[in-house]
Every structure is written in C-alpha cells, then in structure tokens.
C-alpha cells in the first residue's frame, strides 16, 4: 500500500547568467505543479509494471532532482495539502479527512502562497491546488485565481464560489463506463458520481484541465513587475477517469497489466488504515464482479498520460516565456 500512497516531487532550477539582465538581482519565480492522485505510475519511477507513457515528466526528472523516496502526510487531498501548503503535518493540525476546513482550525497559519505574497511575489493559482470544495481555497491569499472547471456534474461556472449548486451537469452518456450501480447511484461505489471512466470526444484545451494551462500559458507569457509564484493544480489523474480518446488508445486493453496486489497487503498497516481500505474495498470487489477491473486501470493510465501531456504544455510555455532561466519549477502529487 505504501507504493499507492507515495507522493513524488520534482524540482529544477534555471539561474539567469546573463549579465545584462537586470532580473539577475530579482528573487527566482516559482512554477508549482500539482498533479492529484498520482502514484508512483509514471516512468521515472517505475511503480507501474508494463509502459507507462510520461515523457513530459520523465523529461523534467531527468533535468532536475527526483524525490524518489517521499511518503504522502496523508492518503486522501485535503489533509494531504494542507500539509504540504502549510507545513504542518495532519497530527499537528488534526485534519486527517476532507471534510475538515483548514483556515478555522489554523487562523494563524501563513499558508505557502501567502508566505510568498509576503515575501513580495505575485501570488496566481488555477485549478485544484488547495482542496476542491467550497471554502478550502481562501482567495485572499492569492492575487489572481482561475477557478477549476470540471469535466463532471461538478461543471458549471464559478463552481468553487457556489457548490454546491442546482444544476448538475453531467457528460454526455454519463455513466462512461455503464456500470449499473453508477447509473443507479447505488453504493458500491460511496460516491457513484464521480466513480466514472471512458474516453470523452473532447480536444486536450477542451477538458477542465486544458482550460487551466491556457490560463497558465497566458499568464507565462507576460512580464511581470514581481517575482511570481504560479500554483496550476491538475486534476486528472482524478476521478472521474476522462480524457480524450488518444490517451486511452495509448493502453490497448490486451495489454493493460494489473496491478500486484498481496494476500498479506494490509499485514502491516494500522487498525485505523484496514478500515479505511475496508470502507472502499467493496468498490475494488465491484469491479472485478463487473468485469471492469482491467477497463479501470487503463483509464487510470489514460488520465496519468493526459496529466502528462498538461504538465508537458506548462513546461513548454515556460521555456518559451521571458521567464524560462529564472524560474524554480516543483511537481508533485498528493498521493496516490
Ligand atoms: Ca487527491
């Protein structure tokens, strides 16, 4: 289990030599890529047991220092990042799940971004960096925000301002993957709404996600009077599992491994961790009654590559921006 927890992080930096540049003297710009729920599947680190394609990924590994030995503060988003953008493990701030708001508990936390706003930078953020649910994401904290726009029935404008909402959109044929009980909103799955996968007849700018690093590029293409720290958070590999259809052609199914998975797996994990695993494992059981186990696991690995591919446009944008030999670029996820 430790494996599907992980969390990874990759750092470069870029130092400007050139002598006639006054940005010289100017603190470096941060570009910070969180990438939600990816594991250890991607091709510098090995965790997947067939191919995996991340060449964007791998690419920035290979230029920069790989973390290969980090362990997420917690298995699910919100404590996870709030630990990570305050510093603060979860047995310190007592958020453990995601249903706990960080700022009431923690008003006198300064969190990652606002350290950076006082440090003097330009502090943007887009997508999902801090949790995706109403309240989690205190936009003081930021000079400049670009909501996340989902791909789900989470879709609709402005959704981080008002969830929730009347309205729900769903995609088009929704289930994707046609499982009765999803259809149903029957448990298993404990959240059958977004317990989705399928290839969706969308273009890569066109998911929320793509919508995000366009924000992202344009941002990267202007100067600016301050050092920035620009947060993008990708949500894919999240569930729902869409992305368009060449990430999934990428992963025929005959060729889909499944994942190892140890009689003894839980032997070593603590009480309050086996009834966590208990809690979903039903889904898992779900799953293979359903035929679906394989047909899961490529859409996972669709979505990781379509994530790659989105961290492949940010990196691209900022090596063509005047920013590209002044800036520290950090990704990570959350966890697994
Ligand atoms: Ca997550």
């Given amino acids: 289990m430790s494996s599907l927890q992980s969390l990874f992080l990759i750092m470069t930096l870029g130092l400007i030599v050139s002598p006639d540049c006054h940005s010289a003297e100017r603190h470096p710009n941060v570009l910070f890529i969180a990438v939600d729920d990816m594991n250890d599947w991607v091709g510098c680190l090995g965790g997947y047991s067939a191919e995996v394609h991340t060449p964007n990924i791998d690419k920035l ?17 919100n404590p996870s990042r709030t630990a990570i953008l305050t510093g603060l493990r979860p047995s310190t701030t007592g958020i453990y799940d995601n249903g706990a708001w960080w700022r009431p508990a923690l008003p006198e936390v ?9 440090g003097g930078y330009l502090v943007a953020g887009g997508g999902k960096v801090f949790h995706h649910t109403p309240g989690f994401n205190p936009p003081e904290q930021w000079n400049e925000y670009f909501l996340q726009v989902f791909d789900d029935h989470w879709h609709r404008p402005g959704s981080l301002e008002t969830l ?7 995609p088009a044929g929704f289930p994707l993957n046609q499982l009765p009980n999803v259809k149903n909103g029957k448990r298993p799955p404990a959240n059958p709404k977004e317990f989705d996968w399928g290839a969706m ?28 720290f620009l947060a993008t958070g990708i949500f894919r590999p999240h569930l729902p599992w869409y992305a368009p259809k060449k990430y999934f052609d990428l992963y025929p199914l005959d060729e889909v491994e499944l994942p190892r998975v140890p009689d003894d797996d839980l032997d070593d994990i603590p009480e309050a961790g086996c009834k ?12 293979k009654a359903n035929n679906h186990w394989k047909k899961a696991v490529q859409a996972y690995l ?29 990704l990570w996820s959350d966890h697994g």
């Fill in 201 to 228: 007849s969308k273009s890569d700018r066109e998911m929320g996600d793509g919508q995000m690093v366009d924000w992202a590029k344009r941002f990267l293409k202007q100067s600016h009077d301050q050092p920035f």
């Fill in 302 to 330: 669709a979505s990781i590559s379509f994530a790659d591919a989105m961290v492949g446009e940010l990196l691209t944008a900022l090596e063509k921006s005047p920013h590209a030999d002044h800036t520290i670029i950090i």
């Fill in 276 to 287: 966590m695993a208990e809690y979903r494992g039903d889904e898992w059981e779900y799953l």
């Fill in 110 to 118: 300064v969190s990652l971004p606002e350290c950076f706003q006082r």
């Fill in 164 to 170: 929730p909402v009347k309205g729900i959109h769903w």
């Fill in 61 to 77: 590994a290979a230029r920069g220092m790989l973390f290969n030995n980090a362990h997420c503060p917690a298995p699910v988003c």
